[in-house]
């Protein structure tokens, strides 16, 4: 049996799997654990493993693979969102298992890897373009944080590897942006230099630094309404449906700017992996705002790449809507590291 976790800086996802006719199944529904009310992932997983216990599963774990945001090193993560360090050797431990047979991989590797296990209904198109069946690929996701990993072809094979390319300069590209980028190094200022990853703009926490931005240097009024609730809750979310259902100016003016970047980005990601066979949009913000990415802003943005734009125009686009696939992806990491399923084939 293999045990899968999908861990988020809002929330840890663990579900067991087996391999039948081979395929990936899962034993039981995915069990979701509110990240920041625990102190470590292994806590999470023995909460987990009693659980499964205590309802008469008794079938033993025998290997596992956790995705998880940060850079994994020597089977350790430091997490980017949450105060965890994450031991491989110590998750070996708490499921009694070999620590050969547990698994870290960045949470971007482990969506890229989750790919194959979806169908059509599981992805919408942004552009339809021209796939290269000898390319690469990319993902990029924005949600607590922003996600990106690659997908490279061999020939034979893809390969999916992971970056930190969320934490590289945020780079503007208009006036407005520009502004954005001064407005935050003055924010998160560090000693004598300032850095602004794209983290900072693309992801949750980016949107309300968009609005604040604008809200704060004059560009709009924020209603009594609204300030209420973002007081109320969380603020990102109160800006994201105050955006949608244009009940608020600055929020549709920030949500405006939050999609035309998340295009640039995606562009930029592209052009770095060479993914002309698609880009995939993960994350939990991107499921959300389908009408705003299928607008004209996502698509000039990722496209909008001086001399490269005619390529740009080839390259497909598909937003990821199962919100499941990055635990897919590290349980199908585990089945493959363990030799119970085959590579993923192009």
Not at 93 to 120: K, R
Not at 290 to 313: A, D, Y
């Amino acid at each position: 049996m293999i045990l899968a976790g999908d861990i988020g800086g809002t929330s840890t996802r663990l579900a067991q799997f087996e391999i039948e006719a081979g395929r990936l199944v899962p034993l039981s529904p995915p069990q979701k654990f509110p990240s920041r009310e625990h102190t470590g992932l292994d806590e999470i997983v023995a909460a987990f493993v009693a659980a499964q216990k205590a309802v008469g599963q008794t079938q033993s774990i025998e290997h596992a693979a956790f995705g998880i945001a940060g850079p994994v090193r020597d089977g350790k993560v430091h997490t980017s969102n949450l105060p965890w360090m994450v031991d491989a050797a110590q998750l070996a431990l708490e499921l009694g298992i070999s620590a050969q047979n547990v698994h870290l991989l960045n949470d971007l590797e482990a969506n890229a890897h989750g790919i194959p296990a979806l169908g059509p209904h599981d992805l919408v198109t942004l552009n339809a373009g021209q796939p290269d069946p000898h390319g690469n690929a990319a993902i990029i996701s924005a949600g607590t944080g922003l996600g990106e990993a690659g997908i490279f072809f061999d020939g034979q094979r893809l390969i999916p590897f992971a970056c930190e390319g969320g934490h590289a300069d945020f780079a503007p590209c208009d006036q407005l942006e520009t502004e954005l980028l001064l407005h935050l190094k003055e924010k998160f200022m560090q000693g004598s230099f300032g850095h602004v990853s794209c983290e900072r703009v693309l992801s949750g926490p980016g949107l309300r630094n968009i609005y604040e931005f604008l809200r704060d240097t004059g560009h709009g009024q924020e209603s009594a309404e609204l300030t209420a609730a973002i007081a109320a809750g969380d603020p990102s979310a109160a800006i994201s449906k105050a955006a949608l259902d244009g009940s608020s100016p600055l929020c549709v003016q920030a949500m405006d700017m939050f999609v035309s970047y998340y295009g640039a980005e995606a562009g930029n990601l592209a052009l770095k992996m060479l993914a002309t066979r698609c880009v995939y949009i993960g994350g939990g913000i991107a499921p959300r705002i389908i009408g705003k990415l299928r607008g004209p802003r996502f698509l000039e943005g990722f496209c909008n790449k001086g001399r490269m734009k005619s390529l740009m125009e080839l390259i497909p686009i598909q937003v990821i809507v199962n919100d499941l696939t990055a635990l897919f992806g590290a349980g199908r990491f585990a089945a493959m590291s363990a030799g119970l399923l085959p590579a993923w084939l192009g």
